[in-house]
Structure formats: C-alpha cells, structure tokens
C-alpha cells in the first residue's frame, strides 16, 4: 500500500507544538510579530498571505500586512522594508516573490535585516546554510525534511534525486540534504532543464523530490518501485471549476502513487508545510532577538 503523506496533518501538529514557545515569549512580553509584504497583486501571493494570516491566528503569532502598489518606485518598497527592519514589534518578514518587472529582487532580499529574513533568502543566511551553521532553514527545504521525518523515512546513505535548481527550493534542499547531521547524510543528484536523461535519474533515486513548478513532469514511468516522492509543486491550471482553475504538481499522481511506496498530495503535500515553517522560524526570529530561551519543534 503506497502511504499518502498527509502535510495538513503534519503541519497542524508543528503549528499545535509552537504555541507552547508562543506562550512562553507571549508571557515574558514579547508575543512573536511577522510582517507580510506583497507588491502588486500576483494572486497566488495574495491566497498564500490570506492562509499565513490565518495560521497565525491560530497559534497566537501577530502578524501584520504591508501592501505596496506593483506601479510604485523600487524605493517604496525599500522604505517599507526600512521601517519593518526597525519595528521591535515585527520579528521576522518576508517579501512576496515575485516582485514586479522594474524591481530588482536580488537588491530587495540585501536589504531585509538578515536577522528578520524568516525565508532564509538573504545571502548571509544562504552562506551560513552552505557553511553547515543554518540560523533560519528556507520554509519549503525545512518543511520537506519535517515530511520525510514524519513518514519514518531515513535519507542516510540513500539516493535523492531533486529536479529543479531554484535559490527557494532546489539548491538550499540539495545543502541540507548532503550535510553530516541527523536529517542529512544523503547522496544528492539535483536536476534541471538542461539534464540530458531526467528519467534515469529519477528512476535510480529512492528519494524524488519534484520542483520545477512544471504540472506533472514526472509520472510513473519516471518512478522505480518503492520510491518515496515528494511533490512540491503548487501548479494553478485553467481548469473549469468555481475558481477557474485547479491546483496540480510537478507529478503525475495517479500514475506515480501505483510505483511509489509513499507520495505527498498536492494541495495538502509540500504546501502547508511551507507555511508552518515560516511559523517556525518566526518563533525561532523572536527566541533571538528577544533572547529567551524555547524548546522548538
Ligand atoms: N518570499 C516568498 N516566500 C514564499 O514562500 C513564497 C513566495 N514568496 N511567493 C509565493 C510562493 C508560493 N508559496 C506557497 C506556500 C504555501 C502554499 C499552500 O499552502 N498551498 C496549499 C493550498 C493552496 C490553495 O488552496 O490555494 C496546499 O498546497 O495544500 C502555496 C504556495 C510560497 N511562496
């Protein structure tokens, strides 16, 4: 029987684990704030702030809302971030990728106070990843290995392939991945648009972590028996549905969930995971600025 690996569950026990440090920070007068800002309107950020706003509720997080015009001169998103860098309310912030054309989002991420970069983008946060001394692990990589941890499944010595290179996904989960720690010890192949044979590759993995943001690249076919896949992937296609589109990932689930011995959904895989995680490292945020001490998840 191939485990469906249910994210919406796991999530929910991190987001019922955090509220205890929440507490602690709350009680010592220093209730944990994330800031959410979102240049122009690109819907699918605009879904993915109204669920953290939620999320926060729930674990007693403050959070706030930035909203700066997508026709707005790059310094009006440089001025927000320069006020959220000095809020002591505000522990952590991310900036909605993507960003609009004429704003350069290399330059923003240099400007968020390295010490509030919740999505672990900033170059001081990447190089302490690569050198093996993370302070915020990026939310989708983290929530990836919070899934496999869940499904009991031990990445030591085994072959993962990841399809995809991006700065958010592919290249900091590659680094987590191969390093000597518990969660690590991996053999890492990561794949891309220029990789001669994709198949092989993810046929030769135990592990296929799929993100590429390219509906159902993978399938069976693709798949060796007994595989675990992860599906990162959040995919909106047109589809005719009261919303006009339904969400699909980078696998083809029917034809894989037969091969494989365990696979993440999409919605309810990869997804709510990433957002849990940027709860997590919020309280983690607050825990260092605040200094005070608490037991995380
Ligand atoms: N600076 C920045 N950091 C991000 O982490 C970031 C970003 N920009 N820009 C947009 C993407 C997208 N993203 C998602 C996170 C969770 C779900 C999620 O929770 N999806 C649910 C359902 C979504 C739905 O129902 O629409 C699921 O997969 O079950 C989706 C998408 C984070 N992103």
Known sequence: MTEIIDGNAVASEIREELTGAIETLADAGARPGLATVLMGDDPASQTYVNMKQRDCEEVGIESV?????????????????????ED??????IVQAPVPDHVDYREVIRRVDPAKDVDGFHPENVGRLVAGDARFRPCTPHGVQKLLESADVDIEGKDVTIVGRSDIVGKPLANLLIQKAEDGNATVTVCHSRTDDLGEKTRNADIVVAAVGVPELIDGSMISE????????????????????????????????????????????????????????????????????????
């Open 65 to 85: 809302h930035v909203d700066v015009e997508g026709d707005a001169p790059p310094s009006a998103l440089y001025e927000t971030i320069g006020n959220l860098n």
């Open 226 to 297: 007994d595989t675990v896949v992860i599906d990162v992937g959040v995919n909106r296609v047109e589809a005719d549905t009261e919303k006009g589109y339904e969400l699909v990932g980078d696998v083809d689930f029917e034809s894989t969930e037969e091969r494989a011995s365990a696979i993440t959904p999409v919605p309810g895989g990869v997804g709510p995971m990433t957002r849990a995680m940027l709860l997590y490292n919020t309280v983690k945020a607050a825990s260092l600025q605040e200094e005070i001490d608490v037991s995380l998840p």
């Open 88 to 93: 002591p309310a505000v522990h952590g912030y």
